[in-house]
C-alpha cells in the first residue's frame, strides 16, 4: 500500500541554522505530496504541497520539491527561528481513495 | 473563511460509555474525513464522507462510526470506549476532488479513563 517515511527525530538545532528533513514515499500512482505542522495542543497547519514532478512547495521560508526519480519531498529552510518549533508531518495523497497517508512525524526544537 | 470547527475540544470519558463528536467544514467544502493520532500508532484514516455518503474507510472496528448532513457538518462516534480510545480526533475538510488539499481543525482530545 501507501507509504511515507520521514525522519523521526528530534531534530535540535539553533536560531538561524540550515534544516533539512528527510521524506520519500511509495510511487503508487501519481500523489500530491504535502507538509503539515503542528503546534502544540494545536491541528495540523498545511505547509506546502506540491501537485506533480519537479513541482516546487514553498511557504514562510519553507521548500520542498517533488522528485519522481528519487520518490522524495524533504522539506528545508535556509534559517530557522525559535517560533518553528514544531512537529512536522509529509503526506501524499493519490490512490484508490482519498485519504492522506502520513510519515510519523519529526519534531524540530529551535534553540535561541 | 472560517475554518474548520470541532467540539467539543476536551472530552473525559470512562471505558464503555460512547461519545459523539461534531466537525463543521470550511463553508463549500463537501468532503469531511476523520483521522485518529495516538503517540504510538501516529495518524490513521478513520473515514471520509462526501454528500452525506461514506466514501472511504480506515481499518478500525465498527465501533467507531460517522455521519454527515446535508450541511456538510460531520459527527463521529465511538460505542464502547476502550482506554486505547485515548487520542486526538482531527477532523479535515475538502471540496471533495480528487486529490484536493485537506484542511484540518484544531481535533477533540479524547481521554478515556
Known amino acids: 500500500g501507501n507509504s511515507v517515511t520521514q525522519m523521526e527525530g528530534p531534530v535540535t538545532l539553533s536560531e538561524e541554522a540550515f534544516l533539512t528533513i528527510n521524506c520519500t514515499y511509495t510511487?503508487?500512482?501519481?500523489?500530491?505530496l504535502f507538509w503539515y505542522v503542528q503546534y502544540p495542543g494545536e491541528g495540523l497547519q498545511l505547509l506546502l504541497k506540491a501537485t506533480k514532478a519537479d513541482d516546487k512547495g514553498s511557504n514562510k521560508g519553507f521548500e520542498a520539491t517533488y522528485r519522481k526519480e528519487t520518490t522524495s519531498f524533504h522539506l528545508e529552510k535556509g534559517s530557522v527561528q525559535v517560533s518553528d518549533s514544531a512537529v512536522y508531518f509529509c503526506?501524499?495523497?493519490?490512490?484508490?481513495?482519498?485519504?492522506?497517508?502520513f510519515g510519523k512525524g519529526t519534531l524540530l526544537t529551535v534553540n535561541p | 473563511k472560517a475554518g474548520v470547527t470541532q467540539t467539543p475540544r476536551y472530552l473525559i470519558k470512562t471505558r464503555g460509555q460512547q461519545v459523539t463528536l461534531s466537525c463543521s467544514p470550511i463553508s463549500g467544502h463537501r468532503s469531511v474525513s476523520w483521522y485518529q493520532q495516538t503517540p504510538g500508532q501516529g495518524l490513521q484514516f478513520l473515514f471520509e464522507y462526501f454528500s452525506e455518503t461514506q466514501r472511504n474507510k480506515g481499518n478500525f472496528p465498527g465501533r467507531f462510526s460517522g455521519r454527515q448532513f446535508s450541511n456538510s457538518r460531520s459527527e463521529m462516534n465511538v460505542s464502547t470506549l476502550e482506554l486505547g480510545d485515548s487520542a486526538l480526533y482531527l477532523c479535515?475538510?475538502?471540496?471533495?476532488?480528487?486529490?484536493?488539499?485537506?484542511?484540518f481543525g484544531p481535533g477533540t482530545r479524547l481521554l478515556v479513563l
Open positions: 510511487a503508487t500512482g501519481y500523489p500530491s
Open positions: 503526506a501524499r495523497s493519490g490512490g484508490s481513495n482519498y485519504k492522506l497517508t
Open positions: 479535515a475538510s475538502s471540496s471533495g476532488t480528487y486529490q484536493e488539499t485537506q484542511y
